[in-house]
């Protein structure tokens, strides 16, 4: 088979170098950032050969009532690492977890994702019944070089969540090497993604972790300027950390989303029956005053859609910002809301997205949601560089089949929310230094 390299993989960032684990502790000190940049960690071709790796991915994927697979973007961004190991002769061992089980659950068995996997490889992945044992011993040692096995659900046992040390030992036991490429789960410290890194050495980043540190460590601390952030989504609670952390980087702040009304309230309007989190209007005021303080632009939407029930078929017009009647929600942003945000966008370099502009799971109020989409992949295509920092925005992002257009789209939610609000993921501190 014909050997990938790194670069082949043409995974990396267009204006950051990689980043190792140690510089991930200092990144993560603003001041720090510029001094840091060396190259990442990687997998050694001369390591591999005949050797057992154990691949930690995130396979959590949705599955239909026929357990057929409905979205595979994180079968397929686990795919150039699990390449690269096959293409130098590894043994490879794949672990993840599916779903939040409680205890072993057929239905959150792995199985449906084998011949996806397969396909994807172009190898027939074998599959374990068990994640450790002396049955998948045995597997392990009857894997070809260049073989696959994938285990079963790793949450199938209450010592992964656990962080186990007995558990995270048995898992260790199988390889000589461990690779971590699950950045959707880098947020848990669990044993398959930190206890195991204990007992099981070298511990590597995967190509998929590294292009994700690579873009939402390396481009939001070192962007091209100006540099927007647009954050939407349900509510503020949620994205506190995100937009205190967001404002000492950015120079323009786009909100959109059901937090807006509790912005809106902050300042007087009257918002009729929104999403407003009534403990949290101060906090939307200082946001606002710590945004002047800053320098940075941040701009609310002037009009917004509103619909006289949260429902798909709701009746719904369009209404400024500030003269929202009562029985009335908010549940999308504006056509002039979406001019004036392209207008700013027009004039970025770096633009990271988290939070869906609207409900733009109904139809009736994806327009905002869709139009913000369609912006930041033009701009994509002038050479700006846009991340879409996992979750719904990824979601509505890929509705709108526009996610091959995006500079970056994230395979993690959580995770690339606990980094963008500048805390550290165990998964990836767990790695060794470079
Ligand atoms: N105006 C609104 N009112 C109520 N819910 C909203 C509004 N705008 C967006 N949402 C909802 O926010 C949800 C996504 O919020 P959140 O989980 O915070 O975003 P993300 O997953 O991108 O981080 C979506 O289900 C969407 O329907
Ligand atoms: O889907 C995931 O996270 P996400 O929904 O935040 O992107 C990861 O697989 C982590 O799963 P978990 O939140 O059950 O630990």
Redesign the pocket.
């Known amino acids: 088979m014909e050997k990938l390299t790194r670069a082949s993989l043409g995974t990396f960032s267009p204006h950051c170098s990689s980043f190792s684990v140690s510089d991930l502790r200092f990144i993560l000190k603003p001041c720090t950032v510029m001094a840091t940049k060396r190259s990442v960690s990687t997998l050694k071709e001369a390591d591999l050969k005949g050797k057992r790796v154990f691949v930690r991915v995130d396979l959590n994927v949705p599955l239909d009532e026929n357990f057929n697979i409905t979205d595979d973007t994180r079968v397929r961004a686990a795919v150039p690492t699990i390449k690269y190991l096959i293409g130098y002769g590894a043994k490879v061992i794949l672990s993840s977890h599916l779903g939040r089980p409680k205890g072993v659950t057929p239905k959150y068995s792995l199985k449906p994702l084998v011949p996806r996997l397969s396909e994807l490889l172009g190898v027939e992945v074998k599959i374990a019944n068990d994640c450790i044992g002396e049955e998948v011993e045995k597997l392990v040692a009857q894997l070809p070089e260049g073989g696959v096995l994938l285990l079963e659900n790793v949450r199938f046992y209450k010592e992964e969540e656990k962080n186990d040390p007995e558990f995270a030992k048995k898992l260790a036991s199988l390889a000589d090497l461990y690779v971590n490429d699950a950045f959707g789960t880098a947020h848990r410290a669990h044993a398959s993604t930190e206890g195991v890194t204990k007992y099981l050495k070298p511990a590597v980043a995967g190509f998929l972790m590294q292009k994700e540190l690579d873009y939402l460590i390396g481009a939001v601390a070192n962007p091209k300027i100006p540099f927007a952030a647009i954050v939407?989504?349900?509510?503020v609670s949620?994205?506190i950390g995100v937009l205190e952390s967001l404002l000492e980087k950015v120079n323009v702040l786009l909100l959109?989303?059901?937090m807006?009304?509790t912005f809106y309230k902050a300042q007087g309007h009257s918002v009729g029956s929104?999403?407003v989190e009534e403990d949290l209007l101060n906090t939307a005021s200082q946001l606002i005053e710590k945004a002047k303080a800053k320098g940075v632009t941040l701009l609310l939407p002037i009009d917004v859609v509103i619909a006289d029930k949260?429902a798909a078929d709701a009746n719904s017009k369009v209404v400024p910002a500030s003269g929202i009647p009562d029985g009335w929600?908010?549940?999308?942003i504006g056509p002039d809301s979406v001019k004036t945000f392209s207008e700013a966008l027009d004039k970025t370099q770096t633009i990271i997205w988290?939070?869906?502009?609207?409900?733009?799971?109904?139809d009736k109020?994806a327009a905002g949601t869709d139009a913000i989409a369609k912006k930041l992949a033009e701009l994509s295509g002038k050479g700006v560089t846009t991340i879409i920092?996992?979750?719904?925005?990824?979601?509505?992002v890929e509705k709108a089949g526009l996610a091959d257009k995006m500079s970056h789209i994230s395979t993690g939610?959580g995770a690339s929310?606990e980094l963008l609000e500048g805390k550290s993921l165990p998964g990836v501190l767990a790695l060794d230094d470079a």
């Open positions: 939407g989504g349900s509510k949620t994205k959109g989303g059901g807006i009304f929104s999403l949260f929600m908010g549940l999308d988290n939070g869906p502009m609207g409900v733009f799971e109904f109020f920092g996992g979750g719904d925005s990824v979601a509505a939610g929310l």
